[in-house]
């Protein structure tokens, strides 16, 4: 996954090394996520808009490459990352920020279930001791 100190390292890398290091990231995954995709995808838009090339001259190349590899809704997904990255980048960092703390939340939520699961189950199987301090034991001995 691409996370936000990832992005905040592409900042200051030069762009051809930009592109390189994404393609390493994406590379060997089976199941990239669209944002990441549409990560390269705005890149490789940008490298062609800087060298004065058509746009999708070399782009479209690499769309027409995802489409027997990932599903419909995921190149759909990666060229709308594109375009976001492109006309609107602020608010895509505002939006991934908000995705990144939507899942510290969930983290940590679930790990407050677990806690709490945990406690739960360590005082069902805590052994009560009546008021004289007798267990069930010493009450089964008894009888």
Avoid: H
């Avoid at 900042?11 to 199941?31: D, N």
């Avoid at 490789?44 to 060298?51: F, H, P, S, T, V």
């Avoid at 960092?93 to 360590?122: H, L, P």
């Amino acid at each position: 996954m691409i996370s936000e100190k990832d992005l905040a390292d592409l900042e200051g890398i030069p762009y051809e090394e930009r592109i390189a290091r994404v393609e390493k990231l994406l590379e060997g995954k089976s199941e990239p996520r669209p944002f990441e995709l549409g990560l390269l995808l705005a890149l490789k838009m940008g490298q062609e808009l800087r060298q004065g090339k058509e746009l999708g001259s070399e782009s479209g190349d690499l769309v027409a490459s995802w489409v027997g590899k990932y599903s419909e809704w995921t190149v759909e997904e990666a060229i709308a990352s594109a375009k976001e990255f492109l006309t609107n980048p602020g608010a895509l960092v505002e939006k991934m920020k908000a995705g990144f703390k939507k899942k510290a939340d969930e983290a940590e939520a679930a790990a407050k279930a677990a806690e709490n699961a945990a406690a739960s189950a360590a005082a069902e199987t805590a052994v009560e001791t009546p008021a004289d301090g007798r267990t069930a034991a010493d009450s089964a001995e008894a009888n």
